[in-house]
């Protein structure tokens, strides 16, 4: 039976975390503290009270707009809060009260935040992924982690990635794949182990592939220009960031392991009648 009080609770600090990762994506790529001011406005700079800043419910109170400058208030600060706050209440459900919900709950709202930074700017920021590395690699030890074997061993994912990169770039003289997804895969490793990994970047790289289709087929967003990274590096226009497929891949291992834990063994075992 479910513990249906503590569902909506973590519901709710999932949502308060989703509040405070909208404040991570707007600051961080310009360099500003993620804690201090307090919540302003984008647009009139106005102080946000904390009436105006509860989860959800004050977007919707004040009609998606802001209550200074009556200015709307973009979807995106809802929908991540909601997104933040679904996966707090399914990961307790999944794992319950456990040493590996400490550990997760943190990776999963840096993963969330490295998806709409990823969708922006292209940018799986190292302050982020490195924590969160350390994070994981601690929580091996915990009682009912996968322990630091299993968490080496899957870093060797990443290592398989880094050199298709390499190899790639020293072909084409093109750059197929940041090293951000690289060290995202990383951390995927340290918390899923080394077949939870695999699992994670099949289902990522599916996905990613139908949505890339489908993007090069609609012409999907190649007007919207592109900004260039730091070494001046502009993406083709109709190109999408991996990233928040690997995120994708790693919640939908993570929180739905009887759906997508056996996947690649599922697809094995259909395929092999065909070969014999």
Known sequence: M?????????????????????????????GL??????SRCPRCQKQIAWYDNIPIVSWLLLGAKCRNCKLPVSPRYPLVELLMG??????????????????????????????FLDIDHWWVPDVLTYPAMAWALAGAFLPGGIG???????????????????????????????LGDVKLLALMGLVLGPMGAVTALFCAAIQ???????????????????????????????????????ALGTYEVMLMPDVFADIPARIAAALLPLLQ
Do not use: M
């Not at 503290?33 to 307090?38: D, F, K």
């Not at 967003?221 to 109709?238: E, F, M, S, T, Y």
């Open 148 to 178: 630091w074997v299993a968490a080496l061993l899957g870093l060797a994912p990443a290592l398989f990635l880094w050199g298709l990169a390499w190899a790639f770039l020293k072909i084409t003289k093109r750059e197929g794949l940041g």
């Open 33 to 38: 503290s993620v804690v201090s001011p307090r």
């Open 208 to 246: 990613g592939a139908v949505i890339g289709v489908i993007v090069i087929a609609t012409g999907g967003h190649k007007a919207i220009p592109q900004p260039a990274n730091d070494d001046g590096w502009v993406p083709h226009p109709r190109a999408i960031p991996f990233g928040p497929f690997l």
């Open 86 to 115: 679904c996966i707090g209440a399914v990961s307790f459900v999944q794992l319950g009260l456990t040493w590996q919900l400490l550990v997760w709950f943190p990776v999963a709202a840096i993963l969330l935040a490295i998806v």
């Open 2 to 30: 479910f513990d249906w009080a503590a569902i909506v609770y973590f519901f709710f600090v999932g949502s308060v975390v989703g509040s405070f990762l909208n404040v991570v994506v707007a600051r961080l790529p310009e």
